[in-house]
């Protein structure tokens, strides 16, 4: 909140490329709506774009789409019924088991079990005996809503050394670099779900090759969100101008932009 005060107030900038963490948009949606500044979010929580607030603008998919594909997938690829669910207590956390539990009852699946761990709060290291507790209710496989990157390279780990008891499927933060480089071999042919496929379009494939030579290293997928929504908001001011008022209204205008993510096209919800 501060932050976002200092941005507005003291440095006058003209829209705001946010917070990743649905906690943190929480936080400053009041002030983002008071102020009137257009704002691109990464987090992905249902609630976040469905509180009134004509200022904040998705980049990424939104929880419902990921646990929708993530139960369907569970049900019709993997012909699995019985699901044990990890989480941690964010928003983000809770929300995605919420969702997921919705979703597997709506389609006569079991969740066996909830385990949750307390998010940023705390720094657990041992999830074992969660792991294990998902194991003994019968889950023929779990399903990871972690925040945190140490917290999923922690459990893949644990889950590998537990001798991988059921199959595993992770929210977004289990496919990312930083998960990835932590918990190395242990996350080999784990699932999880991620926003987009790379190289699924040529500005993805471009993107790609651009960020590798700069960088020397493969795209992440957190950095793809902040790039497409830096072009999104150029193409307005390009239209509108360095109006906040005419930005927002050029950024809903928007249909069809070809990024990296996808096809982006506004709605005020």
Not at 192 to 207: E, L, R, T
Request: charged share 25%.
């Amino acid at each position: 909140l501060a932050a976002v005060r200092k941005a507005v107030e003291q440095e006058k900038v003209l829209a705001l490329i946010s917070f990743i963490l649905s906690g943190h948009v929480l936080a400053t949606s009041d002030a983002i709506k008071t102020y009137g500044i257009p704002t691109f979010i990464g987090g992905t929580h249902v609630s976040l774009t469905r509180q009134g607030n004509p200022w904040l603008f998705r980049v990424r998919p939104d929880d419902s789409i990921a646990t929708l594909a993530m139960v369907k997938y569970i049900e019709e690829d993997m012909k699995l019924r019985r699901i044990g669910i990890l989480h941690d207590t964010s928003p983000f956390g809770t929300g995605g088991a919420d969702l997921v539990e919705q979703g597997a009852k709506e389609r006569g699946m079991t969740i066996v079990r909830r385990e949750k761990y307390t998010a940023h709060g705390t720094e657990e290291k041992d999830f074992t005996a969660k792991l294990l507790s998902l194991k003994e209710a019968g889950a023929e496989i779990m399903v990871l809503f972690a925040t945190a990157f140490r917290d999923a390279a922690w459990v893949q780990r644990q889950y590998r050394q537990l001798g991988s008891p059921f199959k595993y499927l992770g929210s977004q933060t289990s496919q990312m670099k930083m998960a990835l480089d932590q918990s190395k071999e242990a996350a080999e042919g784990l699932l999880a779900i991620a926003d987009f496929v790379p190289g699924q379009s040529d500005v993805n494939k471009k993107y790609a090759e651009a960020y590798k030579k700069e960088y020397n290293e493969e795209y992440d997928t957190a950095s793809v969100w902040v790039y497409d929504a830096l072009n999104i908001l150029v193409e307005a001011i390009k239209t509108a101008g360095e109006d906040r008022a005419k930005i927002r209204e050029a950024i809903l205008a928007l249909k069809g932009y070809q990024g990296v993510l996808g096809t982006f096209s506004f709605t005020p919800n």
